[in-house]
């Protein structure tokens, strides 16, 4: 059995020198506001795959209001999803994930966070797509307020 999820994510700018993107640090004029490391992409993801199996959602498993996930480091959810979905039988099939923002440009630190998330999915490279736009200085990312990541995921009974 086949079974699709999406993730949507978005995350204000605010002060700092860097974003955290797919597992990886990129320096930015700008950093996020979040409770955890405010990282776009695995967030996305992270919905994406709870999503597939009608789990619910990032917030749910990892509360805002929880001081545990202050500052953390978004790959710690990615790996707790993964073993939600395997304890219910499922792998990852393939992910395509989209980038939204004017900057930082996302193309050259792309197969670094395709290596980052394969490898805490536990699944090969080629199965784990990035990609990126800006939405041509239109609306928030257009205005350079924020940065948001769209996520498509395929899970099948491993
Ligand atoms: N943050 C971004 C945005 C875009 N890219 C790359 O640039 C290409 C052109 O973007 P357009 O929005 O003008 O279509 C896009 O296809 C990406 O390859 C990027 O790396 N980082
Ligand atoms: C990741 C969590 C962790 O508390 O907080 P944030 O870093 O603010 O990110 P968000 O995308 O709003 O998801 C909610 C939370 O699960």
């Known amino acids: 059995m086949i079974r699709i999820g ?6 204000a700018f605010g002060p700092g020198d860097h974003v955290m993107l797919g597992g990886v640090r990129i320096a930015h004029a700008q950093g ?16 994406a795959l709870l999503g597939s199996l ?16 202050r500052d953390a480091d978004s790959r710690r ?23 939204i923002c ?4 996302v193309n ?3 197969q670094v966070m395709r290596e980052v998330i ?6 090969d490279i080629d199965r784990i797509s990035i990609k990126a736009t800006t939405t041509e200085t239109l609306g928030f990312t257009g205005r350079r307020e924020g940065i948001a990541a769209l996520a498509t995921v395929l899970v099948q009974r491993a």
């Open 108 to 110: 050259p630190h792309a």
């Open 32 to 47: 996020v506001l979040a409770h955890s490391d405010g990282d776009v992409v695995l967030h996305a993801l992270c919905d």
């Open 102 to 105: 004017e900057s930082p440009k």
């Open 77 to 99: 959810f990615v790996r707790a999803v993964r073993d939600m979905l395997s304890e219910r039988g499922y792998a990852l099939g393939n992910a395509d994930i989209t980038v």
């Open 6 to 11: 999406q993730g949507f994510d978005v995350h």
């Open 118 to 123: 394969a490898a805490d999915l536990g699944v």
């Open 54 to 69: 009608a789990l619910g959602d990032i917030g749910k498993h990892f509360p805002p209001s929880d001081d545990a996930w």
